[in-house]
Every structure is written in structure tokens, then in C-alpha cells.
């Protein structure tokens, strides 16, 4: 196969992967939002954003491409944690936002920030002698702890809105005690009078009626997705393969670079439309790609290490070699200097998103300075 045939393929299902991201992204942000809760849509919207990088990880690590199946979770958090966050930062401090601010707080995002840090620098660690079945469930139970102690903040939050909601009832309830009976039934008869009666009841069902196609329409995108996102995941690393072979540029690089674009769209889209939002928007987006990101250092790793065990039995060994070292080395690297203005300051702006930007570029030019071992396993 010739150069110029490879590539066409490999952009063919780079685009079909990054459509099928889209639809996951559009479908997911409508199904959160109709249950609300932000545990559950944050969860959701976790297993969305993440998907493509689940298909391309297991198949890659299920045929034996360990390289791919590694570097393609590396390549994801080198893209999220540098160029990712500049640009929700540009739009978020820019008239790119509908209400720009001048920095986004970071410093509720306590947890997150610890657990990737720590998440991080624990599965560069565990790399060097290789991953086994043994690591497999250290990053398993890694990402159960997060979700465990996620949660419990979640009803810690919870039981405190509940707390503020429950003494501000009180507090009207005193108030509503003042009024007198004829001020009571006034005030009875204007909401009646504004709520409209019968023809209320009415507009509510037809809201109704149209949220159930809303809800519909979002499940089959959703679907249309998840089913775009796994048939295509495959010929994705074929292709891959034979253009790594074709332009001699190590498989493991070109997963770092190329397979992001694909895996990371419904997150960026995501990120981006809440980053327009300003203010809360922005606080959301950055707790969605901190969580995300610990799910690659956690839950994407155990996949892999899973998957390995299917191709290659229980006692399988991903092995450690130098380019897979290296990005190890470097992506972990990027991700603790990344987060260093989060733990030094309580807002991060346009300086740090700048910053960041230019980290991404170095990153990226740093891969083609490193050793170019085209050995696919």
C-alpha cells in the first residue's frame, strides 16, 4: 500500500471516529440535563466523553497492540491537560464567552486535583517494570476510590443545600403565618389568574409531549454514537499501522498525536459549549476533563491491562520500551506542571491558558525528537 492510499484511510476513520464523538457529545449533554443531578450527569457525561478512548484502548490491547492501546491514553491526557484547558480558558476570558470573566476558580476542585496528580505519577511508576494483571486492579480500585469519594462529596453538598433550603422554607413559612387570611386568598387568586388554569395545565402537557421527543431524539444519537464509535475503532488501527509502516514514524507517536483528535472530541465540544456559558460553565468544564483524566490514569489503564489478558493470557506482560518510556516520562511531566498553577492559585486566566498552549506545542514537537521505533507490540 502506498503512502498516499494509507493516509486517505486513516482520515477517513479518523473523521468517521470524530463524528461518532460528536454524536456521543450531543446525545450525552441532553441526557444529563434531563435527570439533573449533577453526580449522575457528571458520571454520564464522564462515560461519553470517554468512550472513544475505552474502543480504541481495548481493541488496541486485545490484538496485541499494547504500544497504541498505551499511548493513545497518554496522547489524551498530553491534549486535554495543555491545549484542552487553553482553550477553554481563551473562551471563557474572551468575548468568545457570553459572560467573560477574568479567571475561573479552581479551588473547589480539592479532590480532583490531588487524585490526578497522585493518579499521575502512580501509573508512571507501575510502568517501569511493566503492566501485569497486579496493576490492573491497583488502577481498578484507584478509580473505584474516586468514585467512592466523589459520591460522598456529592452528599456532603447535597445535605448542605438541603440544610440551607430547609431554614429558608422556615423562614417564608413565618412570613406567609403574617399575612392575613384576605391578603392570603389575593395572593391565591393572582397566581391562579397567572398560571392561567386549564390552559396551563394544557401548554404543560404539550411541553411534555415535546420533551419526550427531545429525550428520544437524544437516546438514538447517543446510540448512533456508541455504535459509530466501536465498528470504527478497529480499521481506525489498521490504518494507523499502515501509515505508521509507510511514512516509518513510530506507531506509538502517531497514536499520541492522532488518536486524541478522534477520542477527545465529545469532551472538547462539550468543554467548549460550557466554557461559553461562563462563570458555573467554566468551573464544569474544568471538573469534567480533571475527571476525566483520572478515569485515563485509572479505569483506561485497567482496560488495557484487561484487554492485554484476553489476547495474551493471565500472566501477559505489557512491556516496558524506550519510546513508551519516554512518553510516560513526558506526558506525566506535562500533567504535574499543568496543574501546579491550580494548586497555587485559587483562579486560573488567559496567562496560564497561553502557557499551556505552548506546552502542547512543545510537547508535540518533543515527539519527533524521540527515538522512532516503528515496532507495533
Request: no cysteine; net charge neutral.
Amino acid at each position: 500500500m502506498e503512502i498516499n492510499n494509507s493516509l486517505p484511510l486513516m482520515l477517513f476513520w479518523l473523521g468517521e471516529l470524530t463524528l461518532s464523538s460528536y454524536f456521543l457529545s450531543y446525545g450525552g449533554e441532553r441526557l444529563s440535563n434531563r435527570y439533573g443531578a449533577k453526580f449522575v450527569g457528571r458520571t454520564l457525561l464522564s462515560v461519553a466523553t470517554t468512550l472513544p478512548e475505552m474502543a480504541v484502548v481495548i481493541y488496541a490491547s486485545s490484538v496485541g497492540f499494547y504500544g497504541i492501546a498505551v499511548g493513545s491514553g497518554l496522547g489524551s491526557n498530553l491534549l486535554m491537560m495543555t491545549l484542552g484547558f487553553a482553550i477553554m480558558l481563551l473562551i471563557s476570558t474572551t468575548r468568545l464567552s457570553k459572560a467573560p470573566t477574568k479567571g475561573i476558580n479552581v479551588e473547589m476542585f480539592k479532590l480532583d486535583k490531588i487524585f490526578l496528580l497522585v493518579t499521575a505519577i502512580a501509573s508512571a511508576l507501575l510502568f517501569f517494570d511493566g503492566y501485569t494483571f497486579f496493576d490492573g486492579i491497583i488502577f481498578a480500585g484507584l478509580f473505584v476510590a474516586y468514585v467512592i469519594m466523589a459520591f460522598m462529596e456529592m452528599k456532603s453538598e447535597a445535605k448542605k443545600t438541603m440544610q440551607v433550603r430547609s431554614e429558608t422554607k422556615i423562614i417564608k413559612s413565618k412570613e406567609e403565618q403574617q399575612l392575613s387570611s384576605s391578603s392570603r386568598l389575593e395572593k391565591e387568586n393572582t397566581v391562579i389568574d397567572e398560571i392561567g388554569g386549564e390552559d396551563h395545565f394544557n401548554d404543560n402537557l404539550t411541553r411534555g409531549r415535546s420533551l419526550d421527543k427531545t429525550m428520544l431524539k437524544a437516546i438514538l444519537v447517543f446510540a448512533a454514537g456508541t455504535i459509530g464509535i466501536f465498528f470504527g475503532a478497529e480499521p481506525f488501527i489498521r490504518s494507523l499501522e499502515q501509515f505508521s509502516i509507510d511514512t516509518g514514524v513510530s506507531v506509538v507517536v502517531l497514536a499520541v498525536i492522532i488518536s486524541p483528535i478522534a477520542a477527545e472530541m465529545p469532551e472538547k465540544i462539550y468543554m467548549m459549549f460550557l466554557s461559553r456559558r461562563g462563570g458555573i460553565g467554566a468551573s464544569i468544564a474544568i471538573a469534567n476533563v480533571l475527571g476525566s483524566k483520572i478515569l485515563n490514569n485509572t479505569l483506561l489503564l485497567a482496560l488495557a491491562v484487561f484487554a492485554a489478558m484476553y489476547h495474551g493470557g493471565f500472566y501477559v506482560h505489557i512491556d516496558r520500551n524506550p519510546i513508551l518510556t519516554y512518553q510516560m516520562i513526558l506526558v506525566t511531566l506535562f500533567t504535574v506542571i499543568a496543574l501546579v498553577p491550580m494548586f497555587l492559585k485559587k483562579e486560573i486566566g488567559l496567562k496560564v491558558g497561553v502557557m499551556l498552549a505552548a506546552m502542547y506545542i512543545l510537547g508535540i514537537s518533543i515527539q519527533f525528537l524521540l527515538p522512532q521505533d516503528i515496532q507495533i507490540h
